[in-house]
């Protein structure tokens, strides 16, 4: 079983729109958890923690669900520049092996004039 | 500040001959991990450092693939006896490892291709 499954999509939205990725993660031991963007044949870059109480930056929410292992992320009215792959991220620390993280295949999203 | 940095940026080798990649990590990031991603692909774990050692080596496909870090700082991943199939983005990124969440940050990558 991997350790985070996310749809790989790819998710095609009109912009404006409102549109929600979902994340399940397998280790009730994750600590920390992260949205990543990457732009076609760039590398991934931070797009936001996930914190327990959930939090916002501008048009992007992410929440975090511990009881049933998952995370989302939710980008309200959406931007042609949003188009990329949305990878959500697991860290486990410590572990036998210690600090770990572990990456989805990502979602890919365009958005559509 | 700076960032992560790689070099080369762009690696192109015959099929046998040995490669070296360097990454520079941000300055005070004791941790550094390194990635490979085929072209549409998700990114493999390769290996981890924690300071110069590494707790885990899990993720390098062979014994040709190996990799060093010195002085807690800059790592080298050295692929010998390259195949047509190690060709890759080879991905470095840094975190510093403390309490709380912590955040990886990533280098441009070395984008390396086996003929």
């Known amino acids: 079983r991997k350790e985070v499954e996310q749809d790989p999509g790819p998710f095609n939205v009109p912009e404006g729109a409102t549109v929600a990725f979902n994340c399940t993660y397998s280790n009730s031991a994750s600590q920390s958890f992260f949205w990543y963007r990457q732009d076609c044949r760039k590398e991934p870059k931070l797009l936001m923690s996930?914190?327990?109480s959930g939090n916002e930056d501008g048009r992007f929410t992410a929440q975090l669900n511990r009881a049933s292992q998952y995370i989302s992320l939710l980008i309200r009215d959406s931007k042609l520049s949003d188009s990329a792959t949305y990878l959500c991220?697991?860290?486990?620390?410590?572990?036998?092996?210690?600090?770990?993280?572990?990456f989805g295949t990502g979602t890919s999203l365009t958005v559509i004039p | 500040g700076a960032g992560v940095s790689q070099s080369p940026s762009n690696k192109v080798t015959e099929k046998g001959k040995d490669v070296e990649l360097r990454c520079d990590p941000i300055?005070?990031?004791?941790?550094l991990y390194w990635y490979r991603q085929s072209l549409g692909q998700g990114l493999e774990f390769l290996i981890y450092f924690q300071g110069n050692s590494a707790p885990d080596k899990s993720g390098l496909p062979s014994d040709r693939f190996s990799a060093e870090r010195t002085g807690g700082s800059v790592s080298t991943l050295t692929i010998q006896r390259t195949q047509q199939e190690d060709s890759a983005v080879y991905l470095c990124?840094?975190?510093?490892?403390?309490?709380?969440?912590?955040?990886?940050?990533f280098g441009p990558g070395t984008r390396l291709t086996v003929t």
């Open positions: 300055s005070g990031h004791t941790a």
């Open positions: 990124a840094s975190s510093l490892i403390g309490t709380g969440n912590y955040e990886q940050y």
């Open positions: 996930v914190y327990s």
């Open positions: 991220v697991v860290n486990i620390e410590p572990s036998n092996t210690g600090n770990q993280f572990y």
